[in-house]
């Protein structure tokens, strides 16, 4: 496991969150999205005959799921392991995750009474994260653990299409034509959500990401209307909390500035738009990201060079977070991984 600098005493001082309020860091933090298993021999493993809400929920495969990549990579934070649509099941609603499919709704949501059928979220539904998050806290010690939920608008796109969806052509038609449903849902979602990310932070979360998969099948006028209130509303409940919020979506070049007007104190930044054309976008934001993900099936010293352009980049922003540009791909060898976190971590951040 690769070495990072002097360990810090508390997450605080972590060069993960130091980065995540644009301090001054000992060295670039790094850590993956979909970094909990995936690529791990070990996760699959562990995962063998056991579905993916199943393992969500059981505390002992959570804690071990999230540590596995902190133990392979030694990166300056783990991120929860879950599921955007965990919350969802939590409360009742009829889903699972079919495997080589995704999220898939018994019911998809269609009208208000369907909206208004949908409690709302609170932590006695989910004794189990706390539970977990708990457990992690204490094993991390001095490491920050990221929470995490899914966005309003990718969580609502999986409600009303029943499942994944190319188009999103039934979650347009809603939210353009049934508008009332369509911000019923968004508030509803939105709750849910916020005490997700609520229950986490209570437990001991150091950070929180809110991730929307979907986003960038919308227009900025779409989104700054039907979407982004719905996401700061989500921001704004986590921010009283004082931790840093993470926003990120996918293919959502267009939609950089609105994402960290809606409240969010790092913008994540997807490999299609170059890093330096994102801090320009986001203002006076700490940024993450955003290595393409399939760089780490290049040669090594290929990959090395494209992450020190993402580190040269960074530097112009008031903070920064290395990340790959979207989740880790299954098939990624976690040894170029590995190598990618040491170099990362040990790229020289003063100038000669």
Not at 74 to 79: E, L, P, R, Y
Not at 243 to 254: A, C, L
Request: glycine share 10%; aromatic share 6%; net charge negative.
């Amino acid at each position: 496991m690769p070495e990072t600098s002097t360990p810090a005493a508390t997450p605080r001082e972590s060069a993960f969150l130091k980065a995540a309020r644009g301090e001054p860091v000992p060295h670039t933090p790094v850590w993956f999205m979909r970094q909990a298993g995936r690529s791990l021999p070990e996760y699959l493993k562990l995962r063998e005959g056991v579905g993916m809400l199943e393992s969500c929920m059981e505390p002992d495969l959570v804690v071990e799921i999230t540590m596995q990549p902190v133990r392979r990579y030694g990166v300056d934070a783990a991120i929860f392991f879950s599921d955007i649509v965990l919350p969802l099941k939590a409360v009742g609603v009829d889903l699972d995750i079919k495997p080589g499919i995704g999220p898939v709704v018994a019911s998809p949501v269609e009208t208000l009474a369907d909206v208004e059928a949908i409690p709302d979220l609170t932590a006695e539904h989910v004794p189990f994260i706390t539970e977990s998050v708990r457990r992690l806290v204490a094993g991390l010690g001095a490491r920050p653990l990221i929470g995490f939920a899914g966005a309003p608008f990718t969580v609502a796109s999986y409600l009303v299409e029943g499942g994944p969806s190319k188009e999103h052509a039934r979650t347009k038609a809603m939210m353009f034509g049934a508008p009332e449903v369509w911000d019923a849902l968004m508030r509803k979602i939105a709750g849910i959500a916020a005490a997700y990310l609520e229950v986490q932070v209570a437990a001991g979360a150091s950070a929180v990401q809110l991730f929307d998969s979907w986003a960038g099948a919308l227009t900025p006028a779409d989104y700054r209307e039907h979407v982004m209130p719905h996401s700061a509303r989500v921001l704004q409940r986590v921010g009283s909390l004082g931790v840093p919020r993470i926003h990120f979506g996918v293919g959502t070049s267009n939609l950089l500035g609105l994402m960290g007007e809606a409240g969010a104190d790092v913008v994540g930044v997807d490999w299609r738009t170059p890093l330096a054309s994102a801090i320009g976008l986001v203002g006076d934001r700490v940024v993450q990201g955003n290595l393409d993900p399939t760089l780490v099936f290049a040669p090594t010293d290929v990959m090395t060079a494209r992450a020190a352009e993402v580190i040269e980049a960074g530097r112009a922003a008031r903070g920064h977070i290395f990340n790959l540009g979207h989740g880790v791909i299954p098939s990624t060898d976690p040894d170029q991984l590995a190598r990618l976190t040491e170099f990362v971590q040990s790229y020289p951040l003063e100038r000669d």
